[in-house]
Structures are given as structure tokens and as C-alpha cells.
Nanobody, 124 residues
């Protein structure tokens, strides 16, 4: 069972940048789509971005399009989420997830392995 582990969260001022990383504690991300989701207190877990098994296809939520970039380095077995021009409304716990499929989806049920999350806080 692949267990994603996120890192890179923290506190940043509005307009700033952060880069999240995610690597498996066991197993490999090979032949799996990977996704990023986020969740604020009292809200549902929302889709942020996903990337296909080979990095050839990416898809973003409208709220982050043009500001966030998802990428992966399969040689390092790691996926990244570069977040620029951060806004206070981006504050949330960010989760990395691995799908059993090559391209994944945009719903939490499309992914079967989840990390514990990393907190991102954007101050105004």
C-alpha cells in the first residue's frame, strides 16, 4: 500500500509562494496519477490539481489555475505543487493522493491512498 507523505507547508504572506512535495513512505508512485486536494475547517475536501502517471497531462481547479503548478519527478518518486500568488483563501490543509489509475480524476473517491496533510496558512 502506497502511503503518501506531504511536506513543505507553512505560513506565508499574501502574494508569496510555497512549494509542497509528496513522496511515498513505502512503495512507488509508478503508473499512478497523483492529485492534490485541500480542506478548510468545516468544509469539504476540494480538488486542487492532478497529474497523470507520466506527467503528460495536468488539470487544475479554476480557483488555482494560473497560480499553481503540479509536476512530478518519477526518478525521485516525488510530486510537487508550486503555489504562487497565494491568497488568504488558499489557507487549508493540503493533501496528496495517489490513484490506482493512470490519469486519476477530480473527486476524492478517484484516489485511494492519502497523506496526512500539511498546513498552509496565508496571512493578509
Amino acid at each position: 500500500q502506497v502511503q503518501p507523505v506531504e511536506s513543505g507547508g507553512g505560513l506565508v504572506q499574501a502574494g508569496g509562494s510555497l512549494r509542497l512535495s509528496c513522496a511515498p513512505s513505502g512503495g512507488t508512485f509508478s503508473n499512478r496519477a497523483l492529485g492534490w486536494f485541500r480542506q478548510s475547517p468545516g468544509k469539504e475536501r476540494d480538488f486542487v490539481a492532478r497529474i497523470s502517471w507520466n506527467g503528460g497531462s495536468t488539470f487544475y481547479a479554476d480557483s488555482v489555475k494560473g497560480r499553481f503548478t503540479v509536476s512530478r519527478d518519477n526518478a525521485k518518486n516525488t510530486v510537487y505543487l508550486q503555489m504562487n500568488s497565494l491568497k488568504p483563501e488558499d489557507t487549508a490543509v493540503y493533501f496528496c493522493a495517489a490513484a490506482r489509475t493512470l490519469y486519476g480524476g477530480t473527486r476524492p473517491v478517484d484516489f485511494d491512498s492519502w497523506g496526512q496533510g500539511t498546513q498552509v496558512t496565508v496571512s493578509s
